[in-house]
């Protein structure tokens, strides 16, 4: 079974925990193995395929493959969470940006012009599952990513956002549910719990990302039927109030992420 961040809005997407400790390693702060061990996580193995030099076929991991993207001359990462409609991050070319749509995620490399895109394989049976992780690296074009905010224009948008959410939600009764949803969402909260970006991030990036995520799980609670509106024609409306604002919560994401590189490209 493959799923992708959708499949837990609060859950850190893997290309998340990858672009943050990517980050850290190439900037000093972390050493290659702690970074490899945090992006890997709880999962049983990631492995990346597809980097420049190599047989299409080989196989490597993390630490390797992070090495090898510094020799390269990256700088640093970047995160993509793009959904249809919206490649949020992404440079091209059509067949990396389709595979990465297909993902709702990817990670860019600053420096050098190559991405990588995780297929992410649960197996195993119900109540012993596990989990492997294969990045796939493919050129992409050097070029400015698609609809990328600053950290300064994505809290601004976030809190605009979180107004609007809150009076959203108070009109589609998604109060109504009362503890209901304020279990799912905690639900959302333990099953996401994981210490948030890695070191050399601001500490403003840490809250943004907090909030944004928070944000998405409170739209996917809402858009999953919690509350009075439940009908067909209802939950469409639900859907239509509360798009603009994923984009907002996805958008604040993206730029948290990538505060490690952009902040100081800004400087």
Same mark, same amino acid.
């Given at each position: 079974m493959l799923v992708t961040p959708?499949?837990?809005?609060?859950?850190?997407?893997?290309? #998340?925990?990858?672009? @943050?400790? =990517?980050?850290?390693?190439?900037? &000093?702060?972390?050493?290659?193995?702690? /970074?490899?061990?945090?992006?890997?996580?709880?999962?049983?193995?990631?492995?990346?395929?597809?980097?420049?030099?190599?047989?299409?076929?080989?196989?490597? #991991?993390?630490?390797? @493959?992070? =090495?090898?993207?510094?020799?390269? &001359?990256?700088?640093?990462?970047?995160? /993509?969470?793009?959904v249809a409609g919206h490649p949020l991050g992404l440079t091209g070319p059509p067949a990396f940006n389709a595979l990465a749509m297909g993902a709702g995620e990817a990670v860019l490399a600053v420096g050098v012009p190559y991405g990588l895109v995780p297929e992410v394989e649960v197996y195993g049976p119900e109540g012993d599952q596990g989990v492997r992780v294969l990045w796939q690296c493919l050129p992409v074009n050097d070029a400015p990513p698609a609809d990328v905010p600053s950290l300064d224009e994505a809290e601004r948008e976030l809190a605009d956002g979180l107004r609007q959410a809150t009076a959203a939600l108070v009109r589609l009764d998604v109060a109504g549910a009362g503890p209901q949803t304020l279990r799912a969402l905690e639900s959302y909260r333990r099953q996401g719990h994981r210490e948030l970006l890695a070191p050399g991030y601001p500490p403003r990036a840490v809250r943004v990302l907090e909030s944004a995520r928070q944000v998405s799980a409170l739209l996917h609670i809402a858009a999953g039927g919690h509350g009075a509106a439940v009908s067909a024609s209802e939950m469409a409306a639900r859907r239509e109030t509360l798009a603009p604002l994923d984009r907002t919560a996805r958008r604040a994401q993206v730029a948290a992420y990538n505060a490690a590189v952009d902040e100081q490209r800004r400087d």
């Amino acid at each position: 079974m493959l799923v992708t961040p959708a499949d837990n809005p609060y859950q850190e997407p893997r290309s #998340g925990r990858l672009t @943050a400790w =990517g980050n850290a390693l190439l900037g &000093g702060g972390a050493s290659p193995d702690d /970074a490899a061990a945090a992006v890997q996580g709880p999962d049983d193995a990631h492995r990346v395929t597809g980097l420049p030099g190599e047989a299409p076929d080989s196989l490597h #991991g993390l630490t390797w @493959a992070l =090495g090898r993207l510094r020799s390269l &001359g990256a700088k640093g990462l970047r995160l /993509a969470l793009p959904v249809a409609g919206h490649p949020l991050g992404l440079t091209g070319p059509p067949a990396f940006n389709a595979l990465a749509m297909g993902a709702g995620e990817a990670v860019l490399a600053v420096g050098v012009p190559y991405g990588l895109v995780p297929e992410v394989e649960v197996y195993g049976p119900e109540g012993d599952q596990g989990v492997r992780v294969l990045w796939q690296c493919l050129p992409v074009n050097d070029a400015p990513p698609a609809d990328v905010p600053s950290l300064d224009e994505a809290e601004r948008e976030l809190a605009d956002g979180l107004r609007q959410a809150t009076a959203a939600l108070v009109r589609l009764d998604v109060a109504g549910a009362g503890p209901q949803t304020l279990r799912a969402l905690e639900s959302y909260r333990r099953q996401g719990h994981r210490e948030l970006l890695a070191p050399g991030y601001p500490p403003r990036a840490v809250r943004v990302l907090e909030s944004a995520r928070q944000v998405s799980a409170l739209l996917h609670i809402a858009a999953g039927g919690h509350g009075a509106a439940v009908s067909a024609s209802e939950m469409a409306a639900r859907r239509e109030t509360l798009a603009p604002l994923d984009r907002t919560a996805r958008r604040a994401q993206v730029a948290a992420y990538n505060a490690a590189v952009d902040e100081q490209r800004r400087d």
